[in-house]
Structure formats: structure tokens, C-alpha cells
């Protein structure tokens, strides 16, 4: 499993963060915070990485980046970017957040490069300062059918003290056919198939019911994308444990500060305004699981069937 060399190296930028090079491209880490409502605030419980590419001082979307890799070059470039991830995170390893980082196992195909992947990945979070078990790599499952690699490839991060997650669950039967195989930490829903249940009340209940059966097998649901104040208050009120979107706030890039609008997840803190949608440029903002993946035509999900949706 090798890189080009150019891409192996974290450089340090001026203003503090660290960022690293592919070809003529040039990596950057932005964090968007996982919150958890606590005590009619929300507090900070992890961030997700997330990456910014630039060419020239011009932005790019990992679509766009993605198309001109050389395939021979995708798993180190995976693994990289989760430790440029880590090494921009230092800033928060005095918190007890949780780190998500995403992780693609279809660019794996040997056991000795799982393996590989989850030591080099280990090495940069103790290096760093980071405990292991802080940081949560979330799969990317999307349209990838090789269960038995993915949980192949889930059991070295997790023997090498990682937590596991799963993206884009939809309740579909190879949904919860990953939960019993892999048997993730977390699991973070489908942004379209979590919208639908918010638009009824009887969705609402049952998204309810769903998150309890998650969290009494010991799995946190984490629920993204959420772009409007009345989304946060129904997820609050039927227990959501992690929310992520941008009506409670925009990701920032590295060097990232939080903390003057929200306490850490544990620690006393009183009710914050939470920050307002505003326009961005669109290779600005956050990456979607498709962003991961060639392009290809939008899939239409069918809309929750009540009763039979949910764990197996």
C-alpha cells in the first residue's frame, strides 16, 4: 500500500493547522461538532472530519478530487486523510470528545494492508495524544456489498483500539444485516431517510422507537444534516444522542474553535444561541457520503414503511 511520496508528508501552515499534498492539490481538515442535548443546551460530544481541497487557491469538491486519483493511490490516501484528520484534532485532545473520521473499505483488498492501514492509523492518533478508543471511523457503505470485507476490515481498526461506525443507515435489510455482522459503536441514519420520518407525527413515533431499540444495544444513533430549528427540537425531544447539522453549526476549518459557543458533553454550561444558516460557496461545504464515490445518477429511496423499519 504506497503513495506518492509528496502525499506521505503533513506540511505546517501558517496558521497552525496542517495540511498535506496530493500532485497539485492540497488537502485541509474542516470539523463540523457532534452535539448532545444536555440540560436545555447543547454540549459538544465529537467532531467530524471533514475534507477541503484546494488547487490554486481555487476549491474543489472530493468528487472532483477524487476523479484524478490514481486507483493504485486510494487506500493510503484514505488512511491519509483520516490522520491529517487526527493531526489537525490535537487542538481538542484536552477534551473527552470523540473523533469521527471516515473510512472506505472497498480500496482494501488483502488482509496485510487492513492490517497495515490500522497500525499506521494507530501510530498517528498516539503520536498525536489521542487515544484510540476517541476516535470513531465511520465506514462508507454506500452502494458497497462486500459485507465480508467491510467486517474484516472493521476487526483490524477495532483490534487496533479504534471505535467503529457505520454511515447512511436506511433500515434497508443490508442495513441491518451490517449492524449484526459489524456491530458498530455508531451509526449515522441516512440524511434523505431520516427526513422523511420527520414529516409526520406517526414517522416522528417511530423514529422515536428507533432510537430507543439503537441505544438499548448500546449503539448512538447520530443524526446529520439538519438545517432547520424545528428539525432540532423534535430530535431533542425524542432523544437523539448526537446532532449534527448546520442549524446548530457551520463546519470551520483547522484550526477549528468551538468551545466560545458550546461546553463540552459532561460539564455544566449555560444555553447558547446556536448559529444561523448563511450562504456559502458550494465547494465549501460539507462532504456527503456521495462525495466519496464516482459520480453516479441520484437513487431514490423509497419512504419509511411504518413497521418495518427499524432493528432486526
Known amino acids: 500500500m504506497t503513495a506518492r511520496k509528496s502525499f506521505d508528508v503533513f506540511l505546517r501552515d501558517a496558521d497552525g493547522s496542517f495540511s498535506c499534498a496530493y500532485g497539485p492539490f492540497t488537502l485541509h481538515t474542516a470539523f463540523q461538532p457532534m452535539l448532545e442535548p444536555q440540560s436545555g443546551t447543547m454540549c459538544i460530544a465529537g ?13 474543489y469538491t472530493p468528487s472532483e478530487f477524487f476523479n484524478t486519483v490514481d486507483i493504485k493511490d486510494m487506500a493510503a490516501i484514505d488512511c491519509q486523510m483520516a490522520a491529517l484528520h487526527l493531526q489537525n484534532a490535537v487542538i481538542f485532545a484536552g477534551s473527552h470528545a470523540s473523533f469521527h473520521v471516515a473510512r472506505n473499505p472497498r480500496y482494501f ?40 470485507r467491510a467486517t474484516l476490515f472493521a476487526g483490524h481498526l477495532r483490534r487496533a483500539g479504534f471505535q467503529i461506525g457505520i454511515d447512511g443507515y436506511a433500515g434497508e435489510e443490508q442495513d441491518m444485516a451490517r449492524l449484526r455482522e459489524i456491530r458498530p459503536s455508531f451509526v449515522r441514519f441516512d440524511t434523505g431517510w431520516t427526513s422523511e420520518f420527520l414529516k409526520s407525527s406517526a414517522g416522528t413515533a417511530l423514529l422515536r422507537v428507533i432510537i430507543r431499540q ?82 453516479r445518477k441520484a437513487i431514490r429511496r423509497n419512504a419509511p414503511v411504518f413497521g418495518r423499519r427499524g432493528l432486526a
Open 47 to 59: 467532531y467530524h472530519g471533514q475534507i477541503r481541497i484546494e488547487r490554486t487557491g481555487d476549491s
Open 109 to 148: 483488498h488483502t488482509l496485510p494492508d487492513m492490517r497495515e492501514d490500522a497500525e499506521r492509523l494507530r501510530q498517528q492518533a498516539v503520536a498525536v495524544g489521542i487515544e484510540p478508543r476517541r476516535v470513531v471511523c465511520e465506514l462508507q457503505l454506500r452502494d458497497y456489498e462486500d459485507l465480508q
Open 214 to 295: 439503537f441505544r438499548d444495544q448500546s449503539i448512538k444513533p447520530v443524526i446529520s444534516g439538519i438545517e432547520d430549528e424545528l428539525q432540532v427540537e423534535i430530535l431533542e425531544r425524542i432523544g437523539v444522542p448526537r446532532l449534527q447539522g448546520h442549524a446548530l453549526a457551520w463546519p470551520e476549518r483547522a484550526p477549528a474553535t468551538f468551545e466560545d459557543r458550546f461546553a463540552a458533553a459532561g460539564e455544566p454550561a449555560a444555553p447558547v444561541e446556536r448559529l444561523r444558516l448563511r450562504q456559502v460557496h458550494p465547494a465549501t461545504t460539507d462532504a456527503t457520503p456521495e462525495d466519496y464515490l464516482p459520480s
